[in-house]
């Protein structure tokens, strides 16, 4: 069954930088695009970031401001989001989804301290 993992959250400080990953498995990862996205207390899910199959094709949300990089290693099945830079309004808990599959990962708390 399609799977997805997500880690690599935890608590840091305004300015840090997190790496997530996002482990896939049950599908051919390689086949699809792969989506980051966030829910803050109270806020609706947001899109963080997208990549193509290939990884040669992002797009980001408004907010992200060249702040944050998503990647992808079709070798390991694994999608990345590094995020640097990072303000108190980045708090959320992040989530791996490939849209076609309507597969959501049980997400990773990203917590900034001011």
């Known amino acids: 069954q399609v799977q997805l993992v997500e880690s690599g959250g935890g608590l840091v400080q305004l300015g840090g930088s997190l790496r997530l990953s996002c482990a896939a498995s049950?599908?051919?990862?390689?086949?699809?695009?792969m989506n980051w996205y966030r829910q803050a207390p109270g806020k609706e899910r947001e899109m963080v970031a997208r990549?193509?199959?290939?990884?040669?094709?992002?797009t980001y949300g408004d907010f992200v401001k060249g702040r944050f990089t998503i990647s992808r290693d079709n070798s390991k099945n694994t999608v990345y989001l590094q995020m640097n830079n990072l303000k108190p309004e980045d708090t959320a808990v992040y989530y791996c989804?490939?849209?076609?599959?309507?597969?959501w990962g049980q997400g990773t708390q990203v917590t900034v301290s001011s």
């Open positions: 049950g599908f051919t990862f390689s086949f699809y695009a």
């Open positions: 989804n490939q849209p076609i599959l309507n597969s």
């Open positions: 990549i193509s199959v290939s990884g040669s094709g992002t």
